[in-house]
């Protein structure tokens, strides 16, 4: 059986270290594994990224093309990473300060998800599609 080592200061370190060289001189093999906690929920980034997708098809379906929205100039088509991108992270950013959708939680997604609907319905009278529950 291994021995754990937290690592999470430079003493931890540094006992971590003596013990492995003490491993070495004594000719024992030393298996370094690393685990990083998991700070994102991959059922919650699934669902986001699938809403991106059908919001996508929804806004392309209305004739809601990134120039309606976003641009004047040029007839762009909705992708799932235009919506992400466009519409979601700026949102997201101004809501919680954080860029990476995989910091956000589940209450932060859904006051995101809540804003971009009301402003959809608001400002050009489409009701986006719900959350996905099935991804």
Known sequence: ?????NLNSSADLEA???????????GKKVCVKFEAPET???TQFKAMHRW????ARQLNEAGMD????LKADAEIPWSK????????KPVQ???????STKDI???ESGNIQETLCRHFGEKFGIELVEWPHEH
């Open 52 to 55: 991106f997708e059908l919001i």
């Open 16 to 26: 971590f270290l003596t013990h492995r060289s003490h491993m070495i001189l004594a």
């Open 1 to 5: 059986m291994g021995r754990y080592w």
């Open 105 to 107: 939680d589940g209450t």
């Open 40 to 42: 994102h929920n991959w």
């Open 93 to 99: 950013k101004a809501m919680t300060g954080k860029e």
């Open 81 to 88: 990473d235009a919506v992400k991108n466009q519409l979601w």
């Open 66 to 69: 990134q120039r309606a929205i």
